[in-house]
């Protein structure tokens, strides 16, 4: 390493870290510094959760995002070298995600200096990343080695990108959290819901959110379909509004007494 490197390299080191500003280890210490004072229990719970695989199945407005933001943040900050991905079905809604990241960071005070900021990711000189991408499989095969990945609005995402992320996280022994309002009996958010596998699992319907009023659920239950208000407020998996068979319907056709056609041969 020449001079010029090594003069380079302390002076990054120099600002990795502003003296001033202690970045709490514990999250919820951490969550209060960025601002986030009132934590209902099961925010709390979360953040103080040391689970590999988290799930939040939520109603609208219930702080979910916010949560993501404080881990996305918090993971970088104290991490050096971390990469955290958040991904999303759409642009719009990864850039409402990291601006969330990016609130906690300028609230915090830029205590460690980025040396890029961009309106989807940032760079710190700690050398952790903070990127979002729009949830299509192209955008994210060129990532490995994520220390945390961020699904939002999981039930909306496509399998086909759940199942290119995953192997992301195999040699890092990254996490991996899922939120979203249900969409339906469909996809990998409702799967992973409904299924066996070790999932820390956290559901939070609106009438558990002290933030939402009783007077608004009942002006939201007077004015939306009622299987609209059971999926965006009660975290109910409903059957989708195009679906002719439901699914319970399917499954009762299903007998494992029956053994399937095999038409391969024809």
């Known amino acids: 390493m020449n ?9 990054r080191l120099r600002r990795a870290r502003r003296p001033d ?14 601002g986030v004072k009132d934590l209902d229990d099961w925010q709390a719970a979360l953040l103080r959760s ?16 916010t949560m993501a933001a404080i881990l996305a943040l918090h993971q970088a900050l104290n991490e050096p070298g971390s990469l955290v991905l ?20 300028r609230t915090l005070g830029h205590v460690i200096p980025a040396e890029s900021y961009r309106k989807l990711g940032m760079e710190l000189a ?3 990343r903070i990127e979002a991408l729009p949830g299509t499989e192209k955008t994210v095969r060129g990532f490995s080695g994520v220390d945390l990945l961020i699904v939002d609005e999981a039930a909306r995402v496509d399998d086909g990108l759940y ?23 469909r996809g990998v958010f409702y799967e992973v819901w409904a299924g066996q596998e070790e999932w820390d699992r956290y559901e939070v319907p609106a009438d558990q959110i002290p933030r939402i009023s009783e007077e608004f659920l009942e002006e939201e239950r007077r004015a939306l ?27 009762a056709a299903v007998s494992a007494d029956v053994k399937p056609l095999n038409l391969g041969a024809a």
């Open 3 to 11: 001079a010029a490197t090594l003069l380079k390299e302390a002076r």
């Open 163 to 185: 199942h290119a992320v995953r192997p992301m996280l195999a040699v890092s022994g990254g996490r991996l959290l899922m939120l979203s309002t249900p969409f339906g009996k």
């Open 225 to 251: 379909p009622s299987w609209v208000y059971r999926q965006e407020y009660e975290c109910s998996f409903e059957e989708t509004d195009d679906q002719v068979f439901t699914t319970a319907m399917i499954d």
């Open 126 to 128: 700690n050398g952790s």
């Open 21 to 34: 500003v202690v970045v709490p280890s514990d999250l919820v210490e951490f969550a209060h510094a960025v």
């Open 86 to 105: 958040i991904l999303a079905p759409a642009e719009r809604q990864a850039k409402e995600l990291f601006s969330k990241v990016a609130e906690a960071y």
């Open 50 to 65: 040391a689970a590999p695989r988290m799930i939040l199945n939520c109603s609208r407005q219930s702080g979910k995002s």
